[in-house]
């Protein structure tokens, strides 16, 4: 598992093996575990924007820390090829 770290007022950009990359934005931790059948990424603190690669042997998958504190997860559409309203 590799991990990934920003501190107060440092974001960082980083793509991954596989070509897929993300947005870390500040005070913001991250797990990446790669395996033969999985790709999952741990938010442990902060923000991040994903853009994953296609890959149907190995889906993406993400979890979140939680800490005795509300969470608030949002998916939307992708727009990946398309034009005009989602």
């Given at each position: 598992m590799t991990g990934v770290q920003t501190a107060i007022?440092?974001?960082?950009?980083?793509?991954?093996?596989?070509?897929?990359?993300?947005?870390?934005?500040?005070?913001?931790?991250?797990?990446?575990?790669?395996?033969?059948?999985?790709r999952v990424v741990f938010l442990e603190r902060g923000?991040?924007?994903?853009?994953?690669?296609?890959?149907?042997?190995?889906?993406?998958?993400?979890?979140?820390?939680?800490?005795?504190c509300g969470q608030s997860v949002r998916r939307s559409?992708?727009?990946?090829?398309?034009?005009?309203?989602?």
């Amino acid at each position: 598992m590799t991990g990934v770290q920003t501190a107060i007022g440092e974001q960082a950009a980083v793509t991954l093996p596989d070509g897929s990359s993300f947005d870390l934005n500040t005070n913001s931790r991250v797990q990446v575990a790669y395996g033969r059948h999985a790709r999952v990424v741990f938010l442990e603190r902060g923000e991040a924007f994903f853009k994953v690669a296609h890959d149907t042997q190995r889906p993406f998958g993400y979890a979140r820390a939680a800490r005795g504190c509300g969470q608030s997860v949002r998916r939307s559409m992708s727009t990946c090829g398309r034009q005009g309203p989602r």
